[in-house]
């Protein structure tokens, strides 16, 4: 079993940055694939970003490219995302994900989930 627990959202404003972290805990020694999917209000929940074990490779959705950046530790078990250039439309309730394969998580099939963290940005 692992446990998954975001934190880090909040309200910030159009233009601004934001770094959300994912704290891993349980089977923290197997390999899994991390990934981050967002809902924003009376939408359908969406793939964000992933990442492999190692690090080496990662996947974003066209519309966070260049602004999101995914990012992982495995000594301490947290998972990052970086967020830059907010917009408005990047309001949502993130959510932090993990699976054993790269497929599953983009699929947002995952086994794991946490509780997902707030964004809120304003214009």
């Known amino acids: 079993q692992v446990q998954l627990a975001e934190s880090g959202g909040r309200s910030v404003q159009a233009g601004g940055s934001l770094r959300l972290s994912c704290a891993i805990s349980?089977?923290?020694?197997?390999?899994?694939?991390m990934g981050w999917f967002r809902q924003g209000l009376g939408k359908e929940r969406e793939f964000v970003a992933a990442?492999?074990?190692?690090?080496?490779?990662?996947f974003y959705a066209d519309s966070v490219k260049d602004r999101f950046a995914i990012s992982r530790d495995n000594i301490i078990n947290t998972l990052y995302l970086q967020l830059n250039d907010l917009i408005p439309e990047d309001t949502a309730v993130y959510y932090c994900?993990?699976?054993?394969?790269?497929?599953?998580?983009?699929?947002?099939?995952?086994?794991?989930w946490g509780q997902g963290t707030h964004v809120t940005v304003t214009a």
């Open positions: 349980g089977r923290t020694d197997r390999p899994y694939v």
């Open positions: 994900t993990a699976d054993q394969f790269i497929a599953t998580v983009k699929a947002g099939e995952s086994q794991y």
């Open positions: 990442i492999t074990w190692t690090g080496s490779t990662t």
